[in-house]
């Protein structure tokens, strides 16, 4: 689709185009990436005295994929595409109706539209050139003519579409198209800024027809547009419309998931590696576009999201030894850094036990690894007198003040960087947030979980005060022999830790349930070794290997 159209346009400052170009609907791929590609560097972009435009405007509609992870993975490219076009400038989300004109509104604009909306309905339709447009309210902007020629076109559209138009019907549709148009315009086009690039428009969600006319108005003025909807067959008015996809084009997955609001943060993940080839081909991710090289803390002030990763258990004891940054799926977004964490449960032993001791040795004394050979490790170091005081410390959504909590006199970790302090309670909230817990979410568990987390052990807390995001996981290691299962304290802990982006690693040699009677299942994977052992205590030192005699013999 080619339209041609008139408007006084800046593609860069000190580069002004020509009031006469062409506006071309684009096809890609990814429009979700490509909406962010500037115009002057899209493909068929032409410069010049009638430069070429090409816009996107796209339906995208449907999951790719059909797991409640794969929802998870797309909310968060929205919400990240939101927070990149914010900090863009010019750009508008609607998240479903867009508010009905007010009275005075109407009447405000009808004052000012020009006496040939009561011609003849037929002969207007026949016309090719609509005069009606005569408003003084848009003079005064730069846009008027695209507006102008762009209000013409959506309206013979309407006309064609709409049975039994009458001039009544007609004048609202208009007035209607101007007032949303006129409330928006400030926020596309800002008084005293620079037009670096075209205006852009996400609308998410159920639509009505003036809706979609709206939004093709605005894409024949030269913006891009995408809408966004999880359920395919609710889009039904907009193939109504534009059965032949003229004026947009579609993307249609075969996944459907309920409509949920707009995601406003950024959702946890799990992410699913290949198989692991070779430590220096990880290694080489360093390097790429899409890692680079960090400062040591250089996200200090930021935050995490952890993204667990399911591997297999040869994977597992290769990357427990890999920093975050050289790990599959690492990647840096708005201060946020994504750290591929594990979280594993070793049931059983090898048949050689040998090789068992040889494998959690080597993996319980790497560094910043703490260490527990038993459950029931959390120390309580509150009263309840102490634990109930702090109630009033939550909000009406049972999340922690951070500004009420720092001046209660159970707090005793103001002696740490502020950024870990804030680093702390955001995650006790993301844990308050969470379904981790198999257990209801009480206010009692809330109240533990601050509990738990603000006495912890030194060594715990030392995990968390030297974690530098990009670089070395912190981790805990615990040996469960016993029939005794982890307290509530010691889940807490792990579940903490885990939002963190910690490394978490359990071995139960006797194959007995402990951390699945406590924590949602996805959240943590299970490695089953062939041999089962009871009353199996860890020995003091890593026995020594056996040695075959022909071994002994032909080694060198």
Not at 534 to 555: A, N, V
Request: charged share 25%; net charge negative.
């Amino acid at each position: 689709m080619i339209l041609t159209k008139n408007i006084e346009f800046k593609i860069k400052d000190g580069e002004s185009m020509s009031s006469n170009y062409v506006v071309s609907l684009k096809e890609t791929r990814n429009p979700l990436e490509d909406i962010l590609v500037p115009v002057e560097k899209r493909i068929g972009y032409i410069p010049g005295d009638t430069p070429v435009l090409p816009i996107f405007f796209y339906r995208i509609l449907g999951v790719e994929g059909d797991e409640e992870n794969d929802f998870n993975i797309y909310k968060n490219e929205l919400f990240r595409l939101d927070e990149q076009l914010t900090g863009y400038g010019r750009y508008v989300r609607f998240d479903g109706p867009i508010l009905t004109p007010q009275n005075n509104e109407m009447s405000y604009f009808k004052n000012f539209i020009g006496s040939s909306l009561t011609q003849d309905i037929s002969a207007l339709k026949k016309q090719g050139n609509f005069l009606f447009f005569n408003s003084r309210i848009f003079y005064g902007h730069s846009h008027y003519p695209v507006i102008h020629k762009a209000l013409q076109q959506v309206l013979e559209l309407f006309l064609k579409n709409e049975s039994f138009v009458n001039t009544s019907k007609m004048e609202t549709f208009v007035v209607k198209m101007l007032i949303w148009l006129q409330r928006i315009l400030p926020k596309l086009y800002p008084t005293g800024q620079s037009e670096k690039d075209i205006p852009k428009i996400i609308f998410y969600g159920d639509i009505k027809a003036h809706e979609i006319y709206f939004l093709i108005f605005l894409s024949l003025m030269g913006m891009d547009i995408l809408y966004i909807h999880t359920e395919p067959a609710k889009e039904q008015k907009f193939s109504q419309i534009d059965p032949n996809d003229t004026f947009s084009k579609r993307m249609v997955y075969s996944n459907s998931f309920p409509l949920e609001p707009f995601p406003l943060e950024a959702k946890r993940v799990r992410k699913k590696t290949v198989t692991y080839e070779a430590k220096e081909e990880i290694e080489s991710f360093l390097y790429g576009d899409d890692v680079g090289i960090f400062k040591t803390r250089q996200y200090e002030a930021g935050s995490t999201k952890p993204i667990t990763l399911r591997t297999t258990h040869d994977e597992m004891k290769i990357l427990w030894h890999e920093e975050a940054k050289i790990r599959p799926e690492f990647q840096v977004k708005n201060e946020i850094v994504y750290v591929p964490n594990l979280f594993v449960k070793v049931s059983g032993t090898y048949e050689q036990l040998e090789d068992y001791w040889k494998e959690l040795f080597e993996l319980k004394n790497t560094v910043n690894t703490v260490f527990k050979e038993k459950v029931d490790f959390t120390t309580i170091l509150y009263s309840r007198q102490e634990m109930y005081s702090t109630s009033f410390i939550f909000d009406g959504n049972g999340l922690i003040e951070k500004e009420k909590l720092f001046k209660h006199p159970v707090y005793r970790l103001g002696y740490l960087n502020q950024t870990v302090q804030d680093f702390i309670v955001g995650k006790m909230n993301e844990l308050i947030k969470s379904d981790m817990f198999l257990q209801e979410m009480t206010d009692d568990l809330r109240i533990k979980i601050l509990m738990t987390i603000i006495t912890m052990d030194k060594e715990f807390l030392r995990l968390v005060e030297t974690f530098d995001f990009t670089g070395s996981v912190p981790k805990i290691v615990i040996y469960d022999n016993k029939p005794d299962n982890f307290t509530e304290n010691d889940i807490i802990l792990l579940c903490f830790f885990n939002l963190v982006g910690a490394d978490i690693l359990i071995y139960t040699p006797t194959n007995y349930n402990n951390i699945e009677v406590w924590i949602n299942r996805n959240y943590f994977d299970i490695h089953q070794l062939p041999s089962v052992q009871f009353d199996m205590e860890i020995p003091e030192d890593q026995p020594k290997t056996k040695t075959s005699f022909f071994k002994r013999l032909f080694k060198r």
